[in-house]
């Protein structure tokens, strides 16, 4: 995957769970479990808007291109 989500990364800095994550963004802990652990192809621009509300940081601090090797 071309896209690496550093959600996790970014909860550990704001010393955040992701129940107090899902709650205050309005999400289900399964929805955004599978965000944090990148097994999602999707994400709405208002839920990254309220996660990046929550914790203080740009969507590039969440998500990440990392380009593929060929080969």
Do not use: W
């Amino acid at each position: 995957m071309a896209i690496v989500v550093r959600l996790d990364r970014v909860m550990a800095d704001r010393k955040i769970m992701l129940k107090e994550l899902a709650d205050e963004v309005g999400i289900s802990n399964v929805n955004l479990s599978k965000l944090k652990n990148g097994h999602v192809v999707a994400i709405r621009f208002s839920t990254l808007e309220a996660i990046c509300e929550t914790l203080n940081c740009q969507p590039g601090d969440i998500l990440e291109y990392v380009k593929e090797e060929n080969g």
